[in-house]
């Protein structure tokens, strides 16, 4: 029987909350607001709704693309990859680095050897 009462007390919370609390919606409007809305022009909200968020995608993708087209690099599809490029690292690549073995063979450069 508890439960049937709990069931009961829940709905009528369910259904009186919304009902409370839209209250303060139905309140009467302040003294010298108008209650009449100016129509809006459509030729505005489509500016407003489809050209600033177009203007922005335009703007961010030229952000993205002119630095590379600065540089001289490919941008259209399948071009070749760019080389890797290790900023501030050695010019001619990984031969550079010093190995921690005494005997530098041409293929064994680097210095983390792995062993313990």
Do not use: C, N
């Not at 309140?27 to 100016?38: C, K, L, R």
Request: glycine content about 8%; charged content about 20%; overall charge negative.
């Amino acid at each position: 029987m508890q439960t049937l009462a709990r069931r009961t007390s829940v709905l009528l919370l369910a259904l009186l909350v919304p009902v409370l609390v839209a209250a303060p919606a139905r309140a009467d409007v302040p003294v010298g607001w108008t209650d009449q809305s100016e129509p809006v022009d459509p030729l505005h909200t489509i500016l407003v709704f489809v050209g600033i968020p177009l203007a922005l995608f335009v703007i961010i993708a030229i952000a993205v693309y002119i630095p590379s087209l600065v540089r001289g690099e490919s941008i259209r599809p399948g071009a070749p990859a760019i080389e890797s490029q290790w900023f501030g690292g050695p010019r001619k690549g990984t031969h550079e680095l010093e190995s921690r073995q005494e005997t530098v063979d041409a293929d064994d450069t680097g210095g983390a050897s792995g062993r313990w």
